[in-house]
């Protein structure tokens, strides 16, 4: 297991942005304290990465990101025809090798910080360069740690990451990747990840209180063409600390395998079989996309 | 009972503003997409009004806002006689006659979105005129519907009000004032409010798993100076369903009276003894400060 010096693997570079029906410079953009997103935390977002220089799964993103304001009551102001072509010609226009997409969506302005008033949103893209985590993390195995707390609204993916950020010092002095989200004795998902395990052979997740992650859908389906048993159901906090192998799934993480948790050994303490197997399945998919 | 058009009692004048060290033009704040307090909705704030032109308890909304932060692990970049001094010169600079100042501070600009950096917050006091509710609600008292739901952190004043403004428009159609969180059969606070029932001459509010509101503890002060039995404790949706009076506090609020919940009738339907007392109370106080 490695440690990480850096919290993200996402660049800092980013060039121009998409903002309320233009494509802008980043530093043009430029958001009101009267933005609800801002005063009253009512805001949706995705994050998206390239393959082969194209969206990566840009209609499952789309969809998901419309749950999720729909999920809250927000309008998204524009289709998905239109956010496809930004997203193109910001691609070629920012010219990253590998880029993020993320995309956010807030109440927008309000005259009185509160009222949300439809067709007032605030709709950004902006982009990133995407630099992936350390090959040695897949090699090895990452450590994550627990943490008891469950997400509001789960199934919408809302800019709520207070509870990730105050675990943050307490991660990295674990030396771990991720926070493991537990309530009740109840595994559910990581702070920005879906969390799997693997119990003589089988590949449980489960599904739900959970924001339904894209990469963990794509795992699902490849275990199952893989002729491996697939479960999606609640998994025993118990369980995951007997589990043979456990790992996560993320859009900027693929497959990470994990091999401790809260300090203790998962399994052997080494990538599994089962997870190297899906992580060359998911290598081969994503290469052929 | 009265209807209400507005969500909000406050006006959309707003002049000069602080904003990270300098006094600026409301439009000259420019809040980055890359924020945390947007991104992530790592945030807290405070609001306070005026009384006779000066900030209405002062140091206890300083404390709250100091406490919030506390409570998220995030710094407030400046101190409180700098604090007051900035407010002061702004509500001069503005020069309304009664004021909201409302202060937010989030983790500030974050090159990757996501970590927090002590000394990046971004530290914002905004003012706006200050339009009490209408008078006829003091006197013939407010609707307010429930809505199961507890906050996350509830003694820390964050940015998150998601609950609240997706249950706006069933609260519009109730013709309510305020929304009234109930978790386990457990009265909690409102959406923007403290809340408080009489019974049998009691004071009753609850203390636990709500933000401690400023009007709150001055109403205790108030009802204990005046010999009313006062109790800070649980209170079952039973009991505040058949008290003899319910009401609200809150900053721009004062006490609200509370005559209909969910439709159901409190008390006769009229404003009570107790609090019309108490109301007359906080404005002798407030008149004198």
Redesign the interface.
């Known amino acids: 297991m490695i440690e990480y010096k850096?919290?993200?693997n996402?660049s800092?570079m980013?060039k121009y942005?998409y903002?309320n029906g233009k494509i802008v410079a980043?530093k043009n953009?430029?958001?009101?304290?009267?933005?609800?997103?801002?005063?009253?935390?009512?805001?949706v977002?995705d994050v998206m990465r390239t393959q082969n220089s194209k969206p990566f799964l840009l209609a499952e993103h789309w969809q998901r990101l419309k749950n999720s304001a729909k999920d809250?009551?927000l309008n998204v102001p524009i289709a998905k025809e239109r956010y496809k072509k930004i997203v193109e010609r910001l691609l070629k226009l920012n010219g990253f090798k590998k880029s993020i997409v993320?995309t956010?969506v807030?109440?927008g302005y309000s005259?009185?910080?509160?009222?949300?008033q439809p067709g007032k949103e605030t709709f950004?893209i902006?982009m990133e360069k995407f630099i992936p985590l350390p090959k040695e993390i897949y090699a090895r195995g990452a450590g994550v740690i627990t943490q008891k707390f469950s997400r509001?609204?789960p199934q919408a993916k809302?800019?709520?990451?207070?509870?990730?950020?105050?675990n943050?010092?307490r991660k990295k002095a674990a030396g771990a990747l991720e926070i493991v989200y537990i309530e009740n004795g109840k595994i559910l998902e990581a702070s920005t990840s879906n969390i799997f395990m693997v119990k003589d052979g089988a590949v449980i997740t489960p599904k739900d209180e959970i924001l339904i992650g894209i990469t963990r859908n794509l795992v699902i389906k490849l275990a199952k063409k893989n002729k491996l048993k697939c479960e999606e159901r609640n998994i025993s906090e118990k369980e995951l600390f007997s589990a043979d192998e456990v790992f996560l799934t993320a859009t900027t993480k693929n497959i990470v395998p994990v091999v401790k948790i809260d300090n203790k050994k998962i399994g052997n303490g080494r990538v599994g079989p089962v997870t190297k197997s899906l992580i060359n399945q998911l290598e081969k998919f994503v290469k052929n996309y």
Do not use: C, H, M, W
Not at 29 to 43: E, M, N, Q, T, V
Not at 111 to 116: A, R
Not at 158 to 164: G, K
């Open positions: 850096s919290d993200t996402l800092i980013k942005s903002f980043l953009i430029k958001i009101s304290p009267y933005d609800i997103g801002l005063l009253r935390g009512y805001g977002f809250l009551g993320r956010v807030t109440g005259d009185n910080g509160f009222s949300y950004i902006l509001y609204r809302i800019t709520n990451y207070v509870e990730a950020i105050r943050q010092s």
